[in-house]
């Protein structure tokens, strides 16, 4: 079956940064595309970035030019390095894999993601 495994989250101060793992299983990881969400406490779930299988991305508002997002289809691994944090970047973290089997297909939706991750913690301080 599909699995997920998240990694690589911690505790870091403003201005620090992080990568996080996402390790894929059980399905063709080359095939599908791949996203990052995040969830504070008390807010919705939102998208962070995607990549689709040809490592095109899109990143949110919130995270541009701070965030970037990568694959290794030879080892079935997405990321999330995450620079310049800020306190409110901080979130569980949450990779999940595309429903579609489409080569180019990016989204932020939560609803085109079918399989998730546990989720690994992110705390920015002051």
Known sequence: QVQLVESGGGSVQAGGSLTLSCAASGYTFSTYSMAWFRQAPGKEREGVATINSVSTSMSADSVKGRFIIS??????????????????????????VSRRRDYLYLSLIQDEYNYWGQGTQVTVST
């Open 71 to 96: 694959r290794n289809n030879a080892n079935n691994t997405v990321y999330l390095q995450m620079n310049n944090l800020k306190p409110e970047d901080t979130a569980m973290y949450y990779c999940a």
